[in-house]
């Protein structure tokens, strides 16, 4: 099999645009650091520096149920956060996420530069939510805007000061970085980021990381008789790739691998059936599936996990051209299935379900597929969650929504019942690519499903992935979403 080395990208590869804040433990406040004080009503602050006035300002405060109290002191600024917990834990820890990020504003407004979290009340997760709020809030994607070093946010370091374990600390700026890498790779213009330079950047990614990477070219593509992948790319002058980046420490826990598969379309003009309006726009993020998997498979190997799991990203674009599909052809998918292209729109799951298919040789314990598949999961749960389907155990299924409630990525199950199956059935093929107008995420899921012979889950991230207006701390442009539910998921298995 032939493997191209995209040596020459590879210079362009992991240059980080932005300023990643790293998370620090420190047994004191750092002296010339602002500081949040993370406060219940039953906390004291006689250790923090505050005069007797200042403690019973703050207490007063506190006990009149302000949510955030700020204090200048000598050119450092002091802001009490305070926590509730005594509620829903999945909802405070969002709030204290959110609230972190309505008080980034106040330090970039202050040009602050240092800034200390500080636990009065002995809760590491809440310190935790502050911190990775905070952190994921700095985010900035400047690479081609002039006066950069205006626009730079203020903010530089970020301790925490409280009692919180290394391992959790590692693993959130591990998981900060790789939401920070999704969202450098989804913003970059589909002009740039071609199928062959996001190849190149999940190499750069795995050699970073000490992943075993393989990235197949176009002839190695066709030598595998992977139709759905070429066919969507017969419009496109740009060559397909086929990403495969595994992690298999000696250690790993499981015996059968843990696979995701990430949609990479690089940019989505809908080919023939050409998007029209504003549908367009934004089609730079179709490739957010896949950056997702990437990172989330290279934090797994940053933070030492002991899984064996595996990234398959197929990428192409999806352009009009006197070569490209048209709906009508009939395509033969890498497991002989044929497919009648009836949308050319559609393309997502034809390159989706090739991946599908060589997932099966790694006879793997559970796939997970992530993708911007369908406008149809955008309008049923808009930009608030993840339109999911699934056929693999209850307790997975149940494991992973626990895990998107914690992180704030909420996945909502909807049905594969085999009604929504009669759908996509062709008249001159084995299936076609669409059914009907109805339930188009589930029409989605079920074509997926067709090409899966273990348990699956499919994750629709089509409204969250990128944001159009600013979103708290989850930015504007590439959210980065998928990594922190993917990561929770695997860090606790
Ligand atoms: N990439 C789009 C889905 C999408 C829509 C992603 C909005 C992000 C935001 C996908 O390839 C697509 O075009 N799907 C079509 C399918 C239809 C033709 C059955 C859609 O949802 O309109
Ligand atoms: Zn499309
Ligand atoms: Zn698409």
Redesign the pocket.
């Known amino acids: 099999m032939i493997i191209v080395q995209l040596i020459f990208f590879t210079y362009f590869c992991s240059k980080l645009y932005f300023i990643m804040v790293r998370i620090k433990i420190c047994k004191d406040i750092p002296e010339d650091s602002s500081v949040v004080l993370l406060a219940t009503r039953e906390s004291c602050f006689d250790n923090y520096g505050l005069s007797d006035d200042e403690a019973s300002y703050v207490k007063a405060q506190i006990d009149a149920k302000s949510a955030c109290i700020s204090l200048n002191k000598n050119g450092r600024c002091f802001f009490v956060q305070t926590v509730d917990t005594t509620g829903d834990i999945d909802k405070e820890i969002e709030k204290i996420r959110c609230n972190a990020f309505k008080l980034h504003q106040n330090v970039t407004q202050q040009k602050i530069k240092s800034l200390a979290i500080v636990d009065t009340a002995d809760f590491p997760d809440f310190l935790c939510a502050f911190a990775e709020g905070m952190a994921l809030s700095n985010y900035q994607f400047l690479k081609y805007t002039g006066k950069k070093e205006e626009k730079k946010f203020s903010l530089r370091e970020l301790t925490i000061v409280g009692n919180v374990d290394q391992t959790a600390i590692d693993r959130l700026n591990v998981a900060i970085e790789a939401v920070y890498k999704t969202r450098d790779l989804v913003n970059e213009p589909g002009s740039i980021m071609t199928s062959a330079r996001l190849a190149a950047e999940f190499e750069a990614m795995g050699k970073e990381a000490g992943l075993d990477v393989q990235v197949f070219d176009k002839t190695a593509i066709e030598e595998m008789k992977m139709g759905g992948l070429l066919a969507v790319n017969r419009g496109s002058v740009e060559f397909p790739t086929f990403t495969v980046l595994e992690w298999k420490p000696a250690e790993a826990k499981n015996e059968r691998p843990i696979i995701l598969v990430g949609k990479g379309?690089t940019y989505?003009t809908?080919g023939n059936?050409l998007?029209t309006g504003d549908y367009m726009n934004d089609?730079k993020?179709?490739m957010a599936g896949g950056a997702a998997v990437a990172a989330t498979v290279q934090a797994i190997a940053k933070a030492k996990i002991p899984l064996h799991v595996i990234a398959l990203i197929p990428s192409t674009d999806n352009r009009i051209s006197a070569n490209a599909i048209s709906p009508g052809d009939v395509i033969t998918m890498y497991d002989g299935t044929t497919v009648e292209v009836a949308?050319t729109?559609?393309?997502?799951r034809l390159i989706l379900a090739d991946a599908l298919v060589f997932a099966k040789k790694y006879n793997p314990e559970l796939v997970i597929t992530m993708a911007?598949?369908?406008?149809?999961a955008?309008r049923a749960v808009g930009d608030k969650g993840i339109a999911t389907m699934g056929k693999a155990s209850q307790e997975t299924m149940e494991r992973l929504k626990k895990c998107g409630e914690y992180v704030r990525e909420r996945i909502v199950e909807f049905p594969l019942w085999e009604e929504y199956g009669e759908e996509l059935e062709s008249d001159v093929a084995d299936l076609k690519n669409?059914g009907s107008e109805n339930a188009?995420m589930i029409t989605a899921g079920k074509f997926l499903e067709h090409f899966t012979s273990y348990p699956f889950i499919h994750l629709d991230i089509?409204g969250v992935?990128?944001a159009k207006s600013a979103n708290g701390y989850r930015g504007k442009g590439g959210t980065g979403v998928g990594v922190r539910l993917l990561l929770k998921f695997l860090y606790e298995k």
């Open positions: 379309l989505d809908g059936n998007k089609m993020s179709d949308n729109d559609a393309e997502g911007t598949l369908t406008g149809a955008s669409i188009g089509a992935a990128f």
